[in-house]
């Protein structure tokens, strides 16, 4: 364990060192953030679409803004990088597990996601009028829970694409198309209920929609008592089946490592 608190520290650290880095990803989230707001202000000016008033979607917009920042301050490069350039190599001779010491690396960026998505929420507050809280404490309680199984859950889909690498010597392709899915079924470009039937019924089912659907809802009150427990199932299900699966491509990524670099 403390190898890998070694990692999540280090990790960290280096997102503090690069802090000009840091500001200047974070201002162009803020801007996408403040764009998405201006859009559906306008468009919901002359009322509801579906169960969304503009409060309801201001909420919405900031836990997919939130959802979306979780796991992003490590970034899917470094990760993939250590393949392209030859690094694991070297992390192999280590006696540490490869894929949770990524999840460490990847969790050090935890703290300064947060602290965004805070500044996030204070700034709706006093520029857009503030959101609607929580539809119960109970609600708030299953809301938390969500989230914390959307940090592992964002991790392993990163660290399943990045494992592509071994295959593909090329990592932008990969991470585009990951970007796009992920954004889209997640719910994170609009909600899933407002996406035409057969599209919003297909992301349902696939693991994206852990990652910002679910935790809406349950901030939301869309589904409460026993409905809301079946997701958290479905949340840590998913959770559970990609990291098994992670480890299984692992195995069959050894047999096709090539060091690159001198």
């Known amino acids: 364990m403390r190898a890998y608190r070694t990692l999540f520290l280090i990790s960290m650290r280096r997102m503090l060192a690069y802090r000009l880095n840091s500001v200047m990803g974070w201002v162009g989230g803020g801007a996408y953030l403040v764009a998405s707001l201006a859009v559906w202000r306008a468009l919901l000016d002359q009322g509801s679409i579906g169960d969304y008033d503009w409060p309801t979607m201001k909420a919405y917009l900031l836990i997919a803004w939130g959802t979306g920042a979780i796991g992003s301050a490590a970034g899917d490069w470094r990760m993939a990088d250590r393949i392209l350039w030859g690094e694991v190599a070297t992390d192999l001779t280590k006696p540490i597990d490869y894929q949770s010491a990524r999840f460490a690396e990847h969790s050090g960026g935890l703290v300064i996601e947060f602290a965004a998505i805070a500044v996030a929420v204070a700034a709706v507050f006093l520029f857009a009028g503030g959101a609607p809280p929580p539809a119960s404490i109970a609600q708030a309680g299953l809301f938390a829970l969500s989230i914390l199984l959307v940090i592992p859950l964002k991790f392993v889909i990163t660290y399943l694409a990045c494992m592509l690498c071994f295959w593909t010597h090329n990592f932008m392709g990969i991470a585009w198309a990951k970007q796009a ?81 001198g």
């Open 181 to 261: 899915v992920v954004t889209l079924f997640s719910g994170g470009l609009i909600p899933l209920a407002l996406l035409p039937s057969w599209l919003g019924e297909t992301a349902a089912v696939l693991p994206f929609a852990s990652i910002t659907a679910t935790p809406a809802a349950l901030y939301l009150g869309q589904a409460t008592g026993s409905e809301a427990l079946r997701l958290l199932v479905i949340q840590l299900a998913w959770v559970g089946a990609l990291w098994y699966a992670a480890r299984v491509l692992w195995r069959g990524a050894l047999r096709a490592l090539t060091v690159h670099g």
